[in-house]
């Protein structure tokens, strides 16, 4: 008994932040968070004071948020009376995303060296102002000192719409809820074998056709995002420091172009027909640019993901095709991976022409993508040679492996719709607890990877209820385990601060799992 007191006493010596982290209500967890006498108390008087034009955005973004989760509208003002939320740029601060936010008596101050942290810190005070007293018209938050920076620059959410698509107010909630927990990246994956979301121009039918039906109904109408759509999106994320990166999948899971323009089609498998596109076909190349700079020009994140996985579900049919064969002759090519590994060469050279990147699942790791211009998912978590053969290479890498970050397994072992992995599934503890440097052979990969993300597949999503139950309250830890780092981690604590933000999920109506009280929210099965 007197050991482990000697090392708790050690431990907060060493750590002096420890006792005040695991009482601030924030997710995720800052990295030093003093709590102080005396409180600070807003009303629908206290005024936003921003130092910079560049920083108004922030402070619209600020008082949206107030207005939406408080009912309480506030007003951003050059200069104020009274005490203020002051939202400042100062170079004092080190770290493109970090931030320092002092609460007091006399007011509020949010600094960052840049916008990200300056947003970072809006988002922390957010977190302040909702699990604090709301008296009547006043909101009372104590007073804290906190300096925070985030552990990985790649913090991300991917989204199949192709599959079940959620339409524009839902994605909108879902990136106010990612930026609420300072998640940054965007994943939209929008075409795939259930239907093309996307509009092309130049190619109408892939929305018109393509479009049609999802994954559990392939005659529901048609339904995917208009150009002007995606343009108000992509706005409407970059106000939230949220990058946004589609995915234009290939060659596989192509089914629902080849119903728009069959005449590009590779074939497929009795399994998965009309699978993937046709390399042997050189109006391929050319069809499929096109898409690509239109795409490429709606998102300026400068970043195109294009797939690149399973595609031997569906490539059968290139041992019987003339222009294939003719391509393996004409380049030396000896099998069909060979053949994907061109194609896909073809297919980057012509993004990375538009000064974008190229994204790709992690079979493309060993393919000799130019690694300067390339980043590696690793998703197979039980091809763990995958990852190593990525980061051998040079490529940097964002991690998602099934195991724990596809979030269309089950987060409880009694739950019956959704996957599992030889009885495994993703519990909102493994998600908290991953590490990503038990995976590395040495510290020097540590610079190679990103970041971490979490991919919500849509083959068991029927219905909203369903999208909100499968991504909270795993969204927040997910958000805690790309931000806090690791040393700094205890699931007991982040548990007691959660249970703050299931009352604002109650508030909000979002349908999440309660891992506390499973029955509260019966698990959605239509």
């Known amino acids: 008994m007197k050991k482990v007191f000697l090392f708790l006493l050690v431990a907060l010596f060493c750590n002096p932040h420890i006792l005040a982290q695991e009482s601030v209500p924030i997710i995720p967890l800052p990295i030093e968070a003093e709590k102080k006498e005396g409180a600070f108390q807003i009303d629908i008087h206290t005024p936003l004071l921003v130092s910079s034009p560049i920083l108004k955005d922030i402070a619209h973004y ?36 970090a931030y320092e936010i002092g609460v007091e008596m006399e007011g509020v101050t949010l600094k960052g060296s840049t916008p990200e942290g300056v947003f970072n810190a809006a988002v922390s005070v957010l977190q302040l102002i909702t699990n604090s007293q709301h008296t009547g018209e006043k909101i009372q938050i104590d007073n804290w000192k906190i300096k925070d920076k985030p552990h990985y620059k790649w913090r991300g959410l991917m989204l199949d719409e ?28 929008l075409t795939d074998e259930s239907g093309w979301r996307i509009e092309i121009k130049k190619y109408p039918k892939l929305a018109l056709i393509g479009g049609i039906g999802n994954h559990n109904d392939p005659e529901k109408p048609a339904a ?12 409407y994320a970059a106000k939230r420091n949220i990058t946004v990166i589609p995915e234009i999948d290939m060659p596989g899971h192509a089914t629902a172009a080849n119903r728009a323009y069959p005449q590009y089609s590779g074939g497929g498998s009795e399994k998965y027909p009309e699978f993937t596109f046709d390399p042997g076909n050189p109006e391929t190349y050319t069809y499929l640019t096109h898409i690509l700079r239109e795409t490429n020009v709606l998102f300026p994140s400068n970043m195109i993901h294009l797939g690149g996985d399973e595609v031997s579900f569906g490539s059968e049919k290139w041992k019987e095709n003339e222009g294939i064969q003719q391509l393996m002759a004409k380049y030396g090519l000896e099998n069909l991976n060979e053949v994907e590994y061109h194609f896909m060469k073809q297919m980057a050279d012509s993004v990375y022409k538009m000064n ?24 197979r978590h039980d091809k763990p040679q995958q990852l190593q053969l990525a980061l051998e290479k040079g490529y940097q890498t964002v991690l998602c492996p099934r195991l724990p970050y596809y979030f269309d397994f089950v987060q409880d072992s009694v739950h019956r719709i959704g996957r599992k992995w030889d009885g495994g599934y993703n519990s909102l503890q493994d998600v908290y607890s991953f590490s990503a440097d038990s995976l590395l052979k040495n510290k020097d990969q540590l610079s190679l990877i990103k970041g971490i993300q979490a991919n919500l597949w849509a083959e068991t999503i029927t219905s909203l209820n369903r999208v909100d139950y499968l991504l909270f309250p795993r969204l927040a830890a997910l958000a805690e385990a790309t931000w806090t780092p690791e040393e700094n981690r205890s699931f007991t604590a982040f548990e007691d601060r959660l249970k703050l933000h299931l009352e604002l999920y109650r508030a909000q109506r979002v349908y999440f799992y309660n891992p506390f009280n499973p029955q509260e929210t019966p698990e959605p099965v239509f």
């Open 62 to 97: 600020f008082r949206t948020e107030m207005l939406r989760l408080k009912s309480m509208p506030l007003t951003i003002q050059k200069e104020a009376s009274v005490p203020a939320i002051s939202f400042e740029l100062t170079d004092d601060i080190q770290g493109e995303e």
């Open 162 to 189: 192709s599959r079940f698509f959620m339409g524009k107010e839902k994605v909108k909630s879902i990136l106010d809820w990612m930026a609420f927990y300072k998640l940054n990246r965007f994943h939209w994956h």
């Open 224 to 235: 995917y995002y208009t150009q002007k759509e995606i343009e108000e999106i992509v706005d």
């Open 356 to 379: 974008a990147k190229v994204l790709v699942w992690d079979e493309l790791a060993a393919s000799d993508l130019p690694r300067d211009k390339t980043i590696i998912y690793w998703w």
